[in-house]
T-cell receptor, first 117, second 113 residues
Framework: AQTVTQSQPEMSVQEAETVTLSCTYDTSESDYYLFWYKQPPSRQMILVIR??????QNATENRFSVNFQKAAKSFSLKISDSQLGDAAMYFCAYRSAGGTSYGKLTFGQGTILTVHP | DGGITQSPKYLFRKEGQNVTLSCEQN?????MYWYRQDPGQGLRLIYYSQIVNDFQKGDIAEGYSVSREKKESFPLTVTSAQKNPTAFYLC????????????FGEGSRLTVL
């Protein structure tokens, strides 16, 4: 079974600075997807960024980028120029690309990000 | 606007009662999911459905039941057999099973008194 681990329960950053959230995962599969989701105080989960395992290039979405290290099974999220609206719980998630577990997202425990003005 | 609607947002229940949480989507997605979220834990999958009239158990299905009679609707019933039902419940959908991106509703908070 796949597992996702976020070792940082809480992180904080000053507005306009950069912060990196860590995520590691364990899988025996070669083809899969990785995601970062944001859950603001409203509690609705919002997709931040996704990475296909077969792509070597790291995904980027505006101020959000990932560092995907497939061999190390590491998938960190970097938030540049942090804004107050970035404050939220961030979840790393894994999804198999096929097999019997298709359709199932496995989530990490989450990291609470606080942004200080 | 397309999206996922969950109701009610807040629900209180006495022990021994069943309760049904509603989830409706107008995204024309085939797949729908129910997750449970507890403090300090990530989301855990309760049930999922890839197509109408078909659904599979997730990791924590005991004490829950679902139906998928319509593409748009995937209600979750929390039965009296669920030992610790107080939690935040999230419904999600995706266009097809391999796209990877799930769209979530705003959630339902269930409290058992």
């Amino acid at each position: 079974a796949q597992t996702v681990t976020q070792s940082q329960p809480e992180m904080s950053v000053q507005e306009a600075e950069t912060v990196t959230l860590s995520c590691t995962y364990d899988t025996s599969e070669s083809d899969y997807y990785l995601f970062w989701y944001k859950q603001p105080p409203s509690r609705q989960m919002i997709l931040v960024i996704r990475q296909e395992a077969y792509k070597q290039q790291n995904a980027t979405e505006n101020r959000f980028s990932v560092n995907f290290q497939k061999a190390a099974k590491s998938f960190s999220l970097k938030i540049s120029d942090s804004q107050l609206g970035d404050a939220a719980m961030y979840f790393c998630a894994y999804r198999s690309a096929g097999g019997t577990s298709y359709g199932k997202l496995t989530f990490g425990q989450g990291t609470i990000l606080t942004v200080h003005p | 606007d397309g999206g996922i609607t969950q109701s009610p947002k807040y629900l209180f229940r006495k022990e021994g009662q069943n309760v049904t949480l509603s989830c409706e989507q107008n995204l024309n997605h085939d797949a729908m999911y129910w997750y449970r979220q507890d403090p300090g834990q990530g989301l855990r999958l309760i049930y999922y459905s890839q197509i109408v009239n078909d659904f599979q158990k997730g990791d924590i299905a005991e004490g829950y039941s679902v139906s998928r009679e319509k593409k748009e609707s995937f209600p979750l019933t929390v039965t009296s057999a669920q030992k610790n039902p107080t939690a935040f419940y999230l419904c999600a959908s995706s266009r097809e099973v391999f796209t990877g991106e799930l769209f979530f509703g705003e959630g339902s908070r269930l409290t058992v008194l």
